[in-house]
């Protein structure tokens, strides 16, 4: 067996798949043939000293020959790669091919990293579309190198590769991997099922108010605004983890708007429409409802960066009454906004102005499947290739998850809305200028001056706890910023029953975020917890709860959900 070994060895000495020389030169011509790098100089991002690729051709080489001296004695493979976790792929074949893809991968990634490419976003980019390519030609993707899915073709006598094809012919129908199936839940009935009624509704949204689900209720009403990318039951998913019916329980009236699925037909709707005739409105009809003038504000996501809008416009003009404002994983500030960054430059930004934004060309609406895609190949062996794999390959339905059914129901946003916000954002982060124009006035996020508590999530990749944290520098009244656990979503919907993820808490927020994070304390469950005992204390005092939902001038239109939120 060590003759055998020698001989692997001599034979791939001079002959492995990847030569670090041949792999310079091909992401060389990558580059220039990429329009994301036109009118770059990018030649010295491939001046490698000779002596450090020989080093890694070197370390290459030796990996290569154990994993080749591995299989040749017939050692079996064991992954911690869970796209490689099943036993099949403890067999000499499969293994092999698992065991040297990784070696590649590898391989690959270390070389962009010993790339001389200063510019940040340049090899940000580089690096994205290396660990697209690597995650695409995975063994795991393709059907003839997957061991689990021929196992299961032969279990089910062909069946699964049938099933999979029907999968594969209805997402390319709809425009989007779904990663829940669309018959796993319905809307209205095992989500977004907390009683209540639609009280007011424009061009724009609908304002849903909640029929109380305890015997007294805070004074002060909980004015909620969702993102508008998705449908805003992110919120109101089912009982067990819904925040709309938690903050009832805990005693809060609940006001919150649901938007449109805009189309074509609201195509020319802008950002000042959003401020103005959405949530400027919601909050209006909010106060006149309830009758009191100070409630309680909250925005997700994008309705946080909204409602922070919406409360400068109205501290432009004289109105600073609201009780306390909650922004959670929001950007007001997009000092660092993650991995989306590699797709945002002023060559997109113009383009998409010109197609959609009404500037010197059409306007149109941005396909919420474009956005969800996108998010999704962020995170493409988690969101993207795992699906393939398993809808396409092995011919099985996704587990049905409410979150991931939220995730595929998407929305278009209005192009010109959508191109003011790319560029006054992503693009000139100039949105915490003070300088902008908006709805008439100019838009200062400083003239918010309420208590503020701020969320964000430690593994965020959308909102970037970091500039998450930022806001505390933007806004004027007392703040508190809490660390929740997991990512954009799961971090922020954690119900407490559950006793799942932590979060961490430090009452000092003047200073810089490493230094927070290094003093905070870490607390176990949900931040749901620390919020509602935050809130209680902006909320008034407690009285009957209030059973009928809207008044004289705002009648109930038709229950909740509404209708809007199934467009």
Not at 165 to 177: I, N, P, S, T
Not at 287 to 313: D, H, M
Not at 356 to 380: A, C, H, W, Y
Not at 514 to 538: C, I, M, R, T
């Amino acid at each position: 067996m060590d003759n055998n070994a020698h001989t692997f060895n001599t034979f791939w000495s001079g002959q492995v798949p990847f030569a670090a020389s041949f792999a310079v030169q091909q992401l060389r011509l990558w580059v220039a043939t990429n329009p994301w790098f036109t009118g770059q100089d990018h030649d010295a991002w491939f001046d490698v000293p000779r002596s450090t690729l020989d080093s890694l051709q070197s370390d290459y080489h030796q990996q290569w020959a154990e994993l080749g001296q591995r299989l040749l004695t017939g050692q079996a493979f064991t992954f911690d790669d869970r796209r490689f976790a099943s036993g099949n792929w403890s067999q000499p074949l499969f293994g092999s091919l698992a065991a040297f893809y990784l070696l590649n991968a590898s391989f690959l990634l270390k070389l962009v990293d010993l790339l001389p490419i200063n510019d940040k976003k340049p090899r940000q980019r580089l690096l994205y579309l290396v660990e697209q390519a690597i995650a695409a030609a995975a063994p795991s993707n393709f059907l003839a190198s997957n061991p689990d899915a021929l196992q299961r073709l032969v279990d089910t006598q062909g069946s699964s590769l049938v099933t999979g094809l029907m999968h594969l012919a209805a997402d390319l129908q709809e425009g989007k991997m779904r990663q829940c199936d669309a018959a796993a839940f319905k809307v209205g009935v095992d989500l977004a099922n907390t009683p209540g009624e639609v009280v007011f509704e424009n061009e724009l949204f609908q304002l849903l108010q909640y029929y109380p689900q305890s015997e007294t209720q805070y004074r002060r009403p909980v004015f909620i605004v969702p993102p508008a990318i998705n449908k805003y039951y992110i919120l109101d998913l089912r009982p067990d983890n819904s925040m709309v019916r938690h903050l009832l329980q805990q005693g809060h009236p609940v006001f919150l708007m649901s938007w449109r699925n805009f189309d074509q037909a609201h195509a020319g709707t802008t950002w000042d429409d959003l401020v103005e005739t959405g949530i400027i409105k919601g909050l209006q009809v909010t106060r006149e409802i309830s009758g009191e003038q100070r409630p309680n504000c909250v925005g997700f996501c994008i309705g946080g960066t909204l409602l922070g809008s919406a409360l400068a416009v109205l501290a432009a003009r004289g109105d600073k009454d609201i009780a306390s404002v909650s922004l959670l994983t929001t950007f007001l500030d997009y000092l660092d906004t993650g991995p989306i960054d590699i797709f945002v430059d002023e060559q997109l930004v113009a383009y998409r102005e010109r197609t959609i934004g009404g500037v010197n060309g059409p306007i149109g609406v941005f396909k919420g499947e474009d956005m969800g895609n996108t998010f999704s190949l962020l995170r493409p062996n988690d969101l993207w290739w795992n699906y393939n794999v398993d809808k396409y390959l092995k011919g099985q339905k996704p587990i049905p998850l409410d979150l991931l059914f939220w995730n595929n129901d998407s929305t278009n946003l209005p192009g010109p809305m959508y191109c003011w916000y790319l560029r006054h954002t992503y693009l000139q982060n100039d949105l915490k200028s003070g300088d902008l124009d908006c709805c008439g006035v100019k838009l200062d996020l400083r003239a918010i001056d309420a208590p503020a508590y701020i969320l964000a999530t430690h593994d965020d990749h959308i909102v970037p706890w970091r500039s998450a944290y930022a806001s505390t520098d933007l806004l004027s009244g007392t703040k508190r910023f809490v660390l929740g656990a997991s990512g954009h979503i799961a971090g922020v919907i954690n119900p407490p029953a559950k006793e799942k993820r932590h979060y961490w808490t430090n009452d000092q927020v003047n200073q810089d975020p490493e230094s927070w994070f290094s003093n905070a304390k870490q607390h176990p469950g949900s931040w749901w917890n620390d919020w509602f005992v935050w809130l209680a204390d902006q909320a008034g005092e407690r009285q009957p709860a209030v059973s009928h939902a809207g008044n004289e001038q705002y009648p109930p239109l038709e229950p909740a959900p509404g209708s809007y939120v199934k467009q």
